[in-house]
Each structure stands twice: as structure tokens, then as C-alpha cells.
Nanobody, 122 residues
């Protein structure tokens, strides 16, 4: 089993910044990607939006809505991933979930954190 612990959410004014962190621990065989998804108010789990993803090789991918404002980074040795969020906007209000996709010997697994709230204070 893999456990994900997130931190860094909170209340922020428009234009402000926050940094989210996620640490993975447990029986990790091989991480393929780590990333951040968000679930906006009123949306269902199936409507979670991929915000930013980083591969074990360091390649990154961002949602169009956050390009130029958010930066994802990871540390393979520590199994951690961070999301630096700058110039936050009202539309960024959501619960942010850390995600880890792993390659196991016979299968793949998808793990989720418990979520951390990011709220626009306006």
C-alpha cells in the first residue's frame, strides 16, 4: 500500500501564492507519474481536473488554465511532489488532490491523497 500526505492548502487572496506538497510512502515499486488534480465546488469526483503532472523522467504537463502560473516539481529520491501556485485566481478554488501512478510487477496502481483545500478569499 502507498500513503500520500498532502500539505500547504489554505485561504489566499487573488494574486497570491501557495505551495502544495505531497509525500508518498509505503510499498512503492516504481512511480510512473506524480501529479495534482482538483475538484471544484459542486463537482463530482469523476469531474476532477488534471492540473499538473510530472513523470519520473521530469517531463511536465499542465492544464491550459494554469500554464504560466503553476509549476510542478518532484524529487524521485524522496517520493515527493510540489505544486507552486502563483497569481491565484477565483477559479482556482478547489480541493487539490495528489495523485501517484505506479507500475507494479503485474499491474498498475493509482493512489490519491486525502485532498487539501485551496480557497480564494475574495
Amino acid at each position: 500500500q502507498v500513503q500520500l500526505v498532502e500539505s500547504g492548502g489554505g485561504l489566499v487572496q487573488p494574486g497570491g501564492s501557495l505551495r502544495l506538497s505531497c509525500a508518498a510512502s509505503g510499498s512503492i515499486f516504481s512511480i510512473v507519474t506524480m501529479g495534482w488534480y482538483r475538484q471544484a465546488p459542486g463537482k463530482q469526483r469523476e469531474q476532477r481536473e488534471a492540473v499538473a503532472v510530472i513523470t519520473s523522467g521530469g517531463s511536465t504537463n499542465y492544464a491550459d488554465s494554469v500554464k504560466g502560473r503553476f509549476t510542478i516539481s518532484g524529487d524521485n529520491a524522496k517520493n515527493t511532489v510540489h505544486l507552486q501556485m502563483n497569481n491565484l485566481k477565483h477559479g482556482d478554488t478547489a480541493v487539490y488532490y495528489c495523485n501517484v501512478f505506479t507500475q507494479e510487477p503485474m499491474t498498475t496502481e493509482n493512489y490519491w491523497g486525502q485532498g487539501t483545500q485551496v480557497t480564494d478569499s475574495s
